[in-house]
């Protein structure tokens, strides 16, 4: 990759495509992988040391931390798409003012997520039929989480900027971190102070803070961005282009992540051990789409730098061989899951010999249903990821209504039928749906983008 006037950025407007995507997705998947780590580590020390009841509990809240956290975290996707267009354009007048118009936003951002989060909690567990058993534990879980949205905002807007400029390895390295760092806080707070799940949400608001911080200091290293008064200005325009490329973004994950809480309602509705068994494996979920998450970010990042570019042939070439890489890689998953994820899932599972086995079963099924048809995600990744590079937000978050679509039609007619392995099929067959529509959007709106520039 060639270098631009500062050691902590890189371009991808000129090299082999595939090379580069790859480069780029490296640190990427070895960061998501590390991120995975300290979530798998959560889960295995509320299962493994505060039991079923506390495990299900952290897993009853997982999607709508995710409707929340995913809704907010769109915003700064999406003002990154902006960030990466000008880079790749030369414009750092520009992309000063964007980052400025882009930390405003983030600070109102941050406010009104965290009051509209801390109200939802208690009726959004309640609708959700989470069991009587585990609702003090999961409202408390939530609480201290989302006390730490300012964190999670401030850390994604720092991480999406540098990824923006092509610098994927200062991200790793903070992830690396908070890791390490959440690891330990997650020993120290869960069994030596005896916090309870309380302690595990604490762990990882502090260790996204340190995340922050490390790559604010990077930030502050790289010579073309140093924010003047006047790049901290207000500018009517700039403020609504962001917000554009930004809310479908939010909506994509808000309406993703809705569909999930309704799933998860269907979920509870099968008791606690099977909530148990869903959320292990839910849990190293992260271990199957890290590279794809990865390959995503990195196709983004390139499509939106040879947009501002020009350079649209390389577009075409890049996407093509991010698709590639992530089949391939995605098969290599699916082999390794099937292998060993018995070993894996056991790892975060306790209680009597009957509770164990049965979760174990449940959890087990559900990942050889995601494995088998991990292809999908992958390229529901690649695509998503090429379209919101060239600037289109629209088709992405009407594939996320299009998950939700399918995700609830599936659930909701083949569990009456078939029973709890409607759940599984219906999250796989969201992904399928969704990939379809995204490839087709993505040919028309390359297509289009060559007729302008022709």
């Known amino acids: 990759m060639a270098k631009t006037r500062s050691t902590n950025v890189q371009t991808f407007t000129s090299g082999t495509p595939y090379k580069l995507i790859l480069l780029f997705a490296l640190p990427m998947i070895a960061g998501n992988m590390f991120q995975q780590a300290y979530v798998m580590c959560d889960t295995l020390i509320v299962g493994r040391f505060l039991g079923v009841h506390a495990l299900a509990a952290v897993g009853a809240a997982d999607w709508f931390n995710w409707m929340i956290l995913g809704s907010v975290i769109g915003f700064t996707q999406g003002f990154s798409i902006k960030i990466a267009q000008q880079f790749g354009a030369e414009d750092f007048s520009g992309l000063r003012k964007t980052i400025g118009a882009s930390i405003r936003l983030s600070i109102l951002l941050s406010i009104l997520g965290t009051a509209a989060a801390q109200l939802l909690i208690r009726p959004v567990l309640t609708w959700m039929n989470t069991p009587k058993q585990i609702i003090g534990q999961a409202d408390l879980y939530l609480r201290i989480l989302f006390a730490g949205i300012p964190v999670v905002v401030a850390y994604n807007t720092a991480s999406s900027i540098l990824r923006s400029l092509g610098n994927s390895r200062l991200p790793l390295i903070a992830m690396v971190l908070a890791s390490i760092l959440n690891i330990v806080l997650d020993i120290i707070l869960i069994l030596v102070f005896h916090m309870g799940v309380a302690g595990a949400a604490l762990a990882t608001v502090i260790a996204q803070l340190v995340s922050f911080l490390f790559c604010l200091n990077a930030l502050r290293h790289v010579t073309f961005l140093k924010l003047e008064k006047e ?100 098969v290599a998953v699916t082999v390794i899951m099937i292998v060993f994820g018995r070993a894996i899932l056991s790892l ?72 709890s392995d409607g759940i599984f099929w219906a999250e796989i067959m969201a992904w399928v749906s969704a990939a379809i529509l995204l490839f087709i959007a993505y040919r028309i709106k390359i297509r289009k983008i060559e007729k302008t520039y022709s």
């Open 231 to 330: 790049d901290m200005a207000s500018h009517a325009q700039l403020n609504k282009e962001l917000i554009r490329l930004g809310i479908p973004m939010a909506l994509q994950n808000l309406v993703i992540s809705i569909g999930g809480l309704i799933l998860q309602g269907v979920v509870n509705g099968f008791g606690v051990l099977f909530i148990a068994g869903y959320t292990a494996t839910n849990k190293i979920f992260g271990l199957l789409d890290a590279a794809g998450i990865a390959y995503g970010n990195a196709v983004a990042t390139y499509a939106g730098q040879n947009l501002g570019a020009g350079k649209l042939d390389r577009i075409r070439t890049g996407v093509l061989h991010s698709a590639i890489m992530g089949i391939i890689t995605a």
């Open 348 to 419: 975060f599972i306790s209680g009597t010999p009957e509770e164990t086995e049965e979760t174990l079963r449940i959890a087990l099924r559900y990942l050889y249903f995601m494995a088998l048809l991990l292809p999908s995600l992958y390229l529901l990744y690649n695509y998503r990821s090429a379209l919101q590079g060239l600037g289109e937000t629209m088709i992405p978050m009407i594939s996320g209504l299009l998950e939700l679509a399918t995700r609830m039609t599936v659930v909701f007619v083949l569990c009456k039928i078939i029973g």
